[in-house]
Nanobody, 124 residues
């Protein structure tokens, strides 16, 4: 079992930035971020595996950066979010799995472990 705890959400104005963190209780090869806005499906944002392979969904490329603390603690992943807009408002979830991210990185059902989420609200 891998327990995930997210932090770093909050409220910002358009153009602002936030940095989310996700701490895992145990090692997980693949870690990812998803988000879900009210009335919408859960959407994959980015994933990163232990070897540094990274995937982003198109809408966040150039604005969001996923990273992983592989030096001190391989079980922590970050999501730096810049140039936020109201469309980024959602509950953000950390997800993890012990397998390689591979081609399933954007499939929520593939991940076995989920955090409780942290809310991000962007006002115009």
């Amino acid at each position: 079992q891998v327990r995930l705890v997210e932090s770093g959400g909050g409220s910002v104005q358009s153009g602002g930035s936030l940095r989310l963190s996700c701490a895992a209780s145990r090692y997980a090869y693949c870690m990812a971020w998803f988000r879900q806005a009210p009335g919408k499906e859960r959407e994959a944002i980015a994933s990163i595996d232990k070897d540094g392979e990274i995937h982003y969904t198109y809408s966040v490329k150039g604005r969001f950066t996923i990273s992983r603390d592989n030096e001190r603690n391989e079980n922590t992943v970050f999501l730096q979010m810049n140039d936020l807009g109201p469309e980024d408002t959602a509950m953000y979830y950390c997800a993890a799995d012990r397998g390689h991210c591979s081609s399933y990185w954007d499939t929520a059902a593939w991940y076995n472990y989920w955090g409780q989420g942290t809310q991000v609200t962007v006002s115009s």
